[in-house]
């Protein structure tokens, strides 16, 4: 049987919102994350000349600001856009480079990745500093919920993206709808670029692969008082995999991850969640997309 991991636990009980006292749009990098209170935000990043991170990043040469902001407003990027830059010397894609991470300003020669994704009435920030809590890359999924009792029966596809440290993809989520607070879901997600080091692979040289086709498997919505989710798990086999021995070399196949996914705008304009329980290579995911 399927078991929810810490993490997922963890973001059930503590909910999607970034807290009742501040607006979800207005992300407080001194707090912990909201997935994981353990895991904190690191180091610190640039936008628009201003330089970001929490109270503890470190001031080094190169930062596009001497003064360190604690929050950053998520209605200054453009919605539906994914902010972020890999670090230094880094395998994955670049993407918007108006948000570029501050090497070196979480540790001595430790890269600082932050990326981020917002839509209209929710956002998912993944930051990794390598060295750091082991791959809790997702650290907000964050939000207006959909209030319950409000839906509308029919039947909904959501599409939009995946993404973690370095590699992204793109994920398809099924709704049924029958009854104001009443649901099923199942869908799909890709992950494009995952690495194995040549430091751990078995041939000594990096080995790259993709997850084509991973399936969100079917879960009914469930109404907590943090709002409307989805608690699923997930399935990747052999055939969903673009190089099935690179799946096995990470212990694909005796992974047992879930995910969660909620409901956000309203009558549940948007979705937005995490995949956890993933191979250790691979880490948390961030899920997010809208209505189509």
């Known amino acids: 049987m399927r078991k929810l991991s810490l993490l997922s636990a963890a973001l059930l009980a503590i909910g999607f919102s970034s807290g009742a006292t501040a607006a979800w749009n207005h992300l407080d990098l001194n707090q912990p994350s909201n997935l994981d209170p353990t895991v904190s935000y690191l180091g ?65 020669n430790a890269p600082v990745v932050y990326r981020m994704y917002r839509q209209n009435y929710s956002a998912a920030v993944v930051n990794l500093s390598r060295g750091t809590e082991a791959r809790h890359f997702v650290k907000s999924v964050v939000g207006e919920q959909t209030a319950p009792g409000t839906l509308v029966n029919g039947n909904y596809n959501y599409a939009g993206v995946t993404f973690s440290n370095f590699p992204r993809g793109t994920f398809n989520y099924q709704v049924s709808v029958f009854g104001p607070s009443s649901a099923i879901g199942q869908g799909s997600f890709s992950l494009n670029e995952i690495k194995i080091p040549g430091s751990q692979s078995s041939t000594g040289q990096d080995i790259f692969f993709d997850i084509n086709s991973g399936k969100l498997n079917l879960a009914a919505l469930n109404t907590t008082a943090n709002g409307l989710v989805f608690s699923g798990g997930v399935t990747v086999t052999h055939a969903d995999v673009s190089k099935p021995a690179a799946w096995d070399e990470i212990g694909g196949p005796s992974a047992n991850a879930t995910y969660n996914l909620a409901l956000f705008g309203p009558q549940g304009a948007e979705i937005a969640g995490s995949i956890q329980g993933l191979p250790d290579r691979i880490g948390s995911v961030a899920v997010i997309g809208a209505k189509q």
């Open 44 to 108: 610190s990043f640039n936008y628009n000349g201003q330089t970001y991170g929490p109270s503890t990043a470190l001031t080094v040469p190169g930062q596009a600001s001497t003064t360190i902001a604690n929050t950053f407003d998520l209605n200054d990027l453009q919605a539906f856009t994914l902010y972020g830059k890999d670090g230094a010397g880094g395998q994955g894609h670049n993407d918007d480079l108006s948000l570029t991470s501050n090497d070196n300003s979480a540790q001595a």
